[in-house]
């Protein structure tokens, strides 16, 4: 026995044994397939026949590309992928990238599905493999190995079953007997978040349902929402213990009021935290978000303030209005018709940012809109599903409808591009029939038929104002001159040091860096009404026994919290979309489809006319013989009437038989498709493989 033979029989005998070993040991039983390849690798190296050692070898060849496949299916390389669809609807988008890229605390995902139940809705049959496929692409990717799948099949009265039930997974009955469990638990530390069910009706907003729920899950602490408003939220409503959607915006986040002078707030808010010293800045990495409804009379230390907050990557969330009612509310009117006379100014904007990102926006003009306005009251908008112009953004998703009152428009200023250097998306438009009212025509005691009347009479338009809008990108400042409170201070001590000694001065404080460009990727929101979260226009309350029930009156109240979701699950969040749907009619097909029912349809047009006029012609017939109270038809009458029914007959017959033509010439077009497609591929490495055994044989004549 040679040397490579003796190696050969000692690498079988002990690939032999640790494959022995693996069945009864825990440890190795995931090796144990691995070690009887090797064994049966090694074993074809032993025979002196050269067909047995051919057969070992072929056999061996194909276990080890089938199981050298399953372990690099396994790892990251086994999850890249060439997407060659259309839209990228199988490749991940950067801000998922971005979020796995970033995790610091470990994920598990416990991914319930069963899979062998009889019966199973073939949308569900579709969609689990989507799933299973992203999930894995997620845990592949995860930065440092931190996101764990679970992959479970809860079989009826096992403890997979009851884990899943534990988790709060739902079941959805497929036959009598059966259920299907098809969704997932996400969790890190002490943290969970459950998706009950995978719904294919959901299938292209999978992505966002997922990343959403990991980035919750890694986020320790409740977020904190600062909030800049000249009403006082925590007050008044229809319950006199606050706005209603402040209640719930309190319910669900850390909500910092900021008031009109946001740094002057900043330190009792830093010290409630226990955040330490508070900076001369907002900082996103504590606020999140910065909500701002109805900032009216807001000045410009208030703007920079958030003009910096942009810069820093923050986003901000602007509530603005031209004619706001419950500003009206808070004071008391002078006399009817005419504006309230102290309270809260019923107008709101924000003039520096607007100014230096080209936003137009008029306080003093409210937008009238023939299509969403309501005939009762033009004041009052629903914008529907035809002024969401941005579908696919999931802040809508599952929005029926938003109710705007007495709303402003944006539109890019003096016709140039709104937002220069930044990303725009236009959430919801108005329609071209609109037009502008003041808001003393909006206030009179006959508004409604003054404003019916301006619908009327307004001019055509070509240009559509934005209701809602997301500006995104690295922002400019709209202080090139600094900070303005600056100026109010040098301009103070100045004052004061007249008189007095020169060499007097106080020590200053350090100033923070004032950023001129963006530092981070900012969003502002801006929505032109502030009112839409008021009470009985985004929520209602009514008490049912001892308890308080809080119902959302329109969408507007989940349109919002579908945008603070957004940006404090995760900055990459913002702005995200709902995917295309996978599985999209076939379009070439329908295509052609229609080239040739145009084609039969002319000819079956020609065919119903010529029906349609001997019809005409016997209803003619009868219609005379009626009039001149002739009941009685000759022969000549008879032989009219019968040719007609003739006509008709053959014409019917004629369509039936182009109808069947079509039908036929649409059935052979599938098959040839669907041919076509089957063959494309075996017909390639046929001849491929006859140029190979070509090009082979004349290189052997050539020797």
């Given at each position: 026995?040679n040397?490579?033979?003796?190696l050969a029989?000692?690498?079988?005998?002990?690939?032999?044994?640790?494959?022995v070993?693996?069945?009864?040991?825990?440890?190795?039983?995931?090796?144990?397939w691995?070690?009887?390849?090797?064994?049966?690798?090694?074993?074809?190296?032993?025979?002196?026949?050269?067909?047995?050692?051919?057969?070992?070898?072929?056999?061996?060849?194909?276990?080890?590309?089938?199981?050298?496949?399953?372990?690099?299916?396994?790892t990251?390389?086994?999850?890249?992928?060439?997407?060659?669809?259309?839209?990228?609807?199988?490749?991940?988008?950067?801000?998922?990238?971005?979020?796995?890229?970033?995790?610091?605390?470990?994920?598990?995902?416990?991914?319930?599905?069963?899979?062998?139940?009889?019966?199973?809705?073939?949308?569900?049959?579709?969609?689990?493999?989507?799933?299973?496929?992203?999930?894995?692409?997620?845990?592949g990717?995860?930065?440092?190995?931190?996101?764990?799948?679970?992959?479970?099949?809860p079989?009826?009265?096992?403890?997979?079953?009851?884990?899943?039930?534990?988790?709060?997974?739902?079941?959805?009955?497929?036959?009598?007997?059966d259920?299907?469990?098809?969704?997932?638990?996400?969790?890190?530390?002490?943290?969970?978040?459950?998706?009950?069910?995978?719904?294919?009706?959901?299938?292209?907003?999978?992505?966002?349902?997922i990343?959403?729920?990991?980035?919750?899950?890694?986020?320790?602490?409740?977020?904190?929402?600062?909030?800049i408003?000249?009403?006082?939220?925590?007050?008044?409503?229809?319950?006199?213990?606050g706005?209603?959607?402040?209640?719930?915006?309190?319910?669900?986040?850390?909500?910092?009021?900021?008031?009109?002078?946001?740094?002057?707030?900043?330190?009792?808010?830093?010290?409630?935290?226990?955040?330490?010293?508070?900076?001369?800045?907002?900082?996103?990495?504590?606020?999140?978000?910065?909500?701002?409804?109805?900032?009216?009379?807001?000045?410009?230390?208030a703007?920079?303030?958030?003009?910096?907050?942009?810069?820093?990557g923050?986003?901000?969330?602007?509530?603005?209005?031209?004619?706001?009612?419950?500003?009206?509310?808070?004071?008391?009117?002078q006399?009817?018709?005419?504006?309230?006379?102290?309270?809260?100014?019923?107008?709101?904007?924000?003039?520096?940012?607007?100014?230096?990102?080209?936003?137009?926006?008029?306080?003093?003009?409210?937008?009238?809109?023939?299509?969403?306005?309501?005939?009762?009251?033009?004041?009052?908008?629903?914008?529907?599903?035809?002024?969401?112009?941005?579908?696919?953004?999931?802040?809508?998703?599952?929005?029926?409808?938003?109710?705007?009152?007495?709303a402003?428009?944006?539109?890019?200023?003096?016709?140039?591009?709104?937002?220069?250097?930044?990303?725009?998306?236009?959430?919801v438009?108005?329609?071209?029939?609109?037009?502008?009212?003041?808001?003393?025509t909006?206030?009179?005691?006959?508004?409604?038929?003054?404003?019916?009347?301006?619908l009327?009479?307004r001019?055509?338009?070509?240009?559509?104002?934005a209701?809602?809008a997301?500006?995104?990108?690295?922002?400019?400042?709209?202080?090139?001159?600094?900070?303005?409170?600056?100026?109010?201070?040098?301009?103070?001590?100045?004052?004061?040091?007249?008189?007095?000694d020169?060499?007097?001065?106080?020590?200053?404080?350090?100033?923070p860096?004032?950023?001129?460009?963006g530092?981070?990727?900012?969003?502002?929101?801006?929505?032109?009404?502030?009112?839409?979260?008021?009470?009985?226009?985004?929520?209602?309350?009514?008490?049912?026994?001892?308890?308080?029930m809080?119902?959302p009156?329109?969408g507007?109240?989940?349109?919002?919290?579908?945008?603070?979701?957004?940006?404090?699950?995760?900055?990459?969040?913002?702005?995200?979309?709902?995917?295309?749907e996978?599985?999209?009619?076939?379009?070439?097909?329908?295509?052609?489809?229609a080239?040739?029912?145009?084609?039969?349809?002319?000819?079956?047009?020609?065919?119903?006319?010529?029906?349609?006029?001997?019809?005409?012609?016997?209803?003619?017939?009868?219609?005379?013989?009626?009039?001149?109270?002739?009941?009685?038809?000759?022969?000549?009458?008879?032989?009219?009437?019968?040719?007609?029914?003739k006509?008709?007959?053959?014409?019917n017959?004629?369509?039936?038989?182009?109808?069947?033509?079509?039908?036929?010439?649409?059935?052979?077009l599938?098959?040839?498709?669907?041919?076509?497609?089957?063959?494309?591929?075996?017909?390639g490495?046929?001849?491929?493989?006859?140029?190979?055994?070509?090009?082979?044989?004349?290189?052997?004549k050539?020797?």
């Open positions: 026995m040397v490579s033979k003796a029989s000692g690498i079988t005998g002990i690939g032999s044994l640790f494959f070993l693996s069945l009864f040991t825990p440890s190795l039983s995931p090796f144990s691995y070690f009887a390849i090797g064994t049966f690798i090694a074993l074809s190296f032993i025979p002196n026949g050269r067909l047995i050692r051919v057969g070992f070898a072929v056999v061996a060849l194909a276990a080890t590309v089938f199981f050298l496949t399953e372990f690099i299916s396994k990251d390389l086994g999850n890249k992928s060439i997407d060659l669809t259309e839209d990228d609807r199988y490749t991940l988008t950067d801000g998922t990238k971005a979020i796995l890229k970033e995790l610091s605390e470990p994920i598990t995902i416990n991914y319930y599905v069963t899979r062998d139940v009889d019966g199973t809705p073939s949308a569900f049959k579709r969609h689990i493999p989507r799933v299973d496929s992203f999930l894995r692409q997620i845990e990717l995860a930065a440092n190995g931190l996101v764990t799948l679970n992959l479970i099949d079989e009826p009265n096992t403890d997979e079953e009851d884990a899943a039930l534990l988790d709060q997974v739902q079941q959805v009955p497929v036959t009598q007997d259920n299907l469990i098809f969704g997932a638990s996400i969790n890190s530390l002490d943290k969970k978040t459950v998706i009950p069910l995978f719904d294919p009706g959901q299938e292209t907003q999978l992505e966002f349902q990343m959403s729920a990991i980035a919750e899950v890694s986020q320790r602490d409740l977020p904190v929402v600062g909030l408003s000249a009403h006082n939220l925590a007050t008044g409503g229809q319950t006199n213990r706005w209603l959607f402040y209640q719930l915006l309190q319910r669900s986040y850390d909500v910092a009021n900021l008031g009109m002078t946001p740094l002057d707030s900043l330190e009792s808010e830093y010290e409630n935290r226990k955040w330490g010293d508070a900076p001369d800045f907002v900082d996103p990495e504590k606020i999140k978000v910065i909500l701002v409804i109805h900032p009216a009379g807001i000045t410009p230390e703007e920079f303030v958030l003009d910096q907050y942009l810069l820093r923050g986003t901000v969330i602007a509530c603005v209005d031209p004619n706001s009612f419950m500003a009206q509310q808070s004071g008391q009117p006399f009817p018709g005419m504006p309230p006379q102290g309270g809260t100014p019923p107008s709101s904007s924000l003039p520096k940012l607007f100014e230096k990102h080209n936003i137009s926006f008029d306080e003093s003009q409210v937008i009238i809109d023939r299509e969403f306005a309501q005939q009762n009251n033009p004041r009052i908008l629903i914008l529907n599903d035809e002024a969401m112009t941005a579908k696919d953004d999931i802040s809508l998703s599952k929005i029926q409808n938003i109710a705007f009152v007495m402003g428009g944006f539109t890019a200023a003096e016709g140039k591009t709104m937002g220069p250097g930044l990303e725009v998306t236009k959430l438009e108005s329609s071209y029939k609109y037009t502008f009212v003041d808001g003393f909006v206030n009179s005691p006959n508004a409604s038929e003054q404003l019916r009347f301006a009327g009479s001019r055509g338009g070509d240009q559509k104002q209701y809602v997301l500006l995104s990108g690295n922002f400019e400042t709209a202080f090139p001159d600094g900070d303005p409170s600056k100026e109010k201070d040098e301009n103070t001590e100045e004052n004061e040091s007249d008189g007095e020169s060499d007097e001065k106080t020590e200053e404080k350090d100033s860096e004032v950023l001129t460009n530092k981070e990727k900012g969003n502002l929101y801006i929505i032109s009404d502030s009112d839409f979260l008021a009470d009985r226009i985004a929520y209602s309350s009514r008490r049912l026994f001892n308890t308080e809080v119902e009156v329109t507007n109240g989940p349109f919002m919290f579908n945008i603070l979701d957004q940006a404090i699950g995760s900055k990459h969040l913002i702005g995200a979309r709902a995917r295309a996978v599985y999209r009619p076939f379009t070439v097909l329908k295509g052609m489809e080239e040739f029912e145009e084609a039969r349809g002319v000819e079956v047009e020609k065919l119903r006319k010529k029906r349609d006029n001997a019809q005409a012609e016997i209803q003619r017939i009868t219609s005379e013989l009626a009039k001149n109270n002739n009941s009685q038809r000759n022969n000549k009458i008879r032989s009219q009437i019968a040719d007609y029914n006509e008709i007959v053959d014409a017959q004629e369509i039936r038989e182009k109808q069947k033509s079509y039908q036929a010439d649409v059935d052979f599938k098959a040839t498709i669907f041919w076509r497609n089957i063959l494309y591929v075996p017909l490495v046929i001849i491929i493989g006859l140029g190979v055994f070509t090009w082979r044989k004349k290189q052997t050539a020797r």
